[in-house]
């Protein structure tokens, strides 16, 4: 990997990881108006800021995959997702969000990857309407010279 890839990768992940304390406060919430969770110690805090930061650097940076641009796109989406998911699931377990066991296992990989697609769905369709508008405009005027 050339390293303005690696420095692309640890700017963009740097930029997102403020979001992980938000992400944090989102899942404190949800898991305390569920009833999953009461008081926190300092320790399960501060583990939760320290992963949950982790988590979007990572998230983040690993955008940079679709820079590439000798990496073919399906082994780019494979990568990425492979990358998103293991991240995801690890910060899960560690923190204890998410029970070590192959049912809560299996629920979190099918909602993670129904969502995944859902994202990229939205990402490509959007990409393909901009390339229509860009290749319409580009006829129009071809048309007119």
């Known amino acids: ?16 990881a403020g979001g992980g304390p938000l992400i944090l406060a989102l899942i404190y919430w ?4 569920s009833g999953q969770i009461g008081v926190l110690s300092v320790s399960e805090v501060v583990l939760g800021i320290v992963t949950s930061i982790l988590l979007a650097f990572i998230s983040g940076g690993i955008s940079v995959i679709y820079c590439i641009e000798t990496l073919p796109l399906m ?5 990425h997702v492979t990358v998103l998911y293991l ?3 690890i910060i899960y377990l560690v923190n204890g969000w998410l ?3 192959l049912l809560p296992i299996l629920i979190f990989t099918g909602i993670f990857m129904a ?30 010279e």
């Open 87 to 89: 991240d995801y699931l």
């Open 1 to 16: 990997m050339k390293h303005s890839y690696i420095k692309r990768f640890f700017h963009i992940g740097a930029m997102t």
């Open 99 to 101: 029970n070590c066991s």
């Open 115 to 144: 969502g995944y697609f859902i994202i990229w769905c939205f990402v490509f369709l959007s990409i393909q309407n901009s390339v229509k508008k860009m290749n319409a405009k580009l006829k129009k005027e071809n048309q007119v």
């Open 30 to 33: 949800i898991l305390s108006a």
């Open 75 to 79: 082994w780019a989406s494979l990568l």
